[in-house]
């Protein structure tokens, strides 16, 4: 997992799912589409720019992100997905997912 603030080429967050507050798990589901979609492009890696988030939940970081631990290994995730302009809570769920994302998708045998 990279957190950065490094200007790029960036998908802003409030863009793909259309509000200021990323609370549930649909728009969770609506980044996870985009991120595999662009994987499987290999258009990597990607920005994912939290400017303009007001709220996060980590049900919204667990459809998000933690799935992708499922389809992709830790290291393929962790070298391609930057996150952007998180606030300090913000990180501290994405962190927390991550950890148990791992964690569990290493007990099920997936990737």
Same mark, same amino acid.
Request: hydrophobic share 35%; proline share 2%.
């Given at each position: %997992?990279? $957190?950065? +603030? +490094?200007?790029?080429? #960036? %998908? #802003?967050?409030?863009?793909?799912?259309? @509000? /200021?507050?990323?609370?549930? %798990?649909? #728009?969770?589901? &609506?980044?996870? /589409?985009y991120i595999? *979609?662009? %994987? @499987? #492009?290999?258009?990597?890696? $990607?920005? &994912?720019?939290? &400017?303009?988030?007001?709220?996060?939940? *980590?049900?919204?970081? /667990?459809s998000s992100y933690g799935r992708l631990f499922e389809k992709y290994t830790q290291e393929e995730v962790d070298k391609n997905i930057i996150f952007e302009n998180l606030k300090? $809570? @913000?990180s501290r769920q994405l962190k927390y997912v991550r950890d148990n994302a791992i964690q569990f998708y290493r007990k099920e045998g997936a990737r």
């Amino acid at each position: %997992m990279i $957190i950065d +603030k +490094k200007k790029g080429d #960036k %998908m #802003k967050i409030v863009d793909i799912i259309k @509000s /200021n507050f990323a609370v549930s %798990m649909e #728009k969770g589901e &609506l980044v996870y /589409n985009y991120i595999v *979609t662009e %994987m @499987s #492009k290999g258009a990597v890696p $990607i920005h &994912l720019d939290f &400017l303009g988030i007001e709220t996060t939940i *980590t049900t919204f970081f /667990n459809s998000s992100y933690g799935r992708l631990f499922e389809k992709y290994t830790q290291e393929e995730v962790d070298k391609n997905i930057i996150f952007e302009n998180l606030k300090p $809570i @913000s990180s501290r769920q994405l962190k927390y997912v991550r950890d148990n994302a791992i964690q569990f998708y290493r007990k099920e045998g997936a990737r």
